[in-house]
């Protein structure tokens, strides 16, 4: 009996055109996503890339120490193709990649032929790997991130790129943290 009135039901919906209301008002993770993202500093490390895991981490916990509010977490995707894909749907903001993939990004070689035109910055760099941020992350997002980071910069030899790097540019709030230069923060995160 149950599932007769069940059936009937559904076929009153679809038949009175609400199914976009049923739909709205079921239950959908994205709205906690979509916060969860905005609450915490998410870094994208992908498992294919060790060495750039281990970065991400180091990073992150120096991030974690010295700006506690910024909730920073490393995010690993299982490969680099991954990463590209969360960076290009701005499922995230920043990503630490090798100098090969950032290289192999820009150009949408293997593995990233999905992804042309990535609207990426680079942030810092340290040898062998880069922070690299989209360009939509705020100036003072990426200035608090990038003097934060470069106060580590003799053990992490860390340096931001002036000129940019691999068809990137270079980030502009990272630019004013290289050059020492001071960068206003909105009045409801000075607080």
Sequence with gaps: MQRRRFIGSA???LAAGLWPVAQALAHTP??????????????LTSHSDLPGDTIGDEWVDFLRKKLPLSRAMV???????????????????????SYQHAQAMMKAAAPFEDYPNMPLQIMLDNGTHV???????PLHHGFLIAVTLLEAAGPM??????EGKFGMKVH???RAAARGEKVELPVSEAN
């Design 75 to 97: 995010s690993r995707a299982r490969d680099v193709a991954r990463v590209a894909s969360l960076l290009k749907t701005d499922q995230s903001k920043l990503a630490v990649l």
């Design 11 to 13: 076929v009153a919906v």
């Design 157 to 162: 030899h860390l340096t931001v790129p002036l």
């Design 131 to 137: 922070l690299v941020a989209r360009d939509d992350l």
């Design 172 to 174: 502009p709030g990272a």
């Design 30 to 43: 994205y709205a906690q996503w979509d916060l969860f993202r905005k609450r915490n500093l998410q870094i």
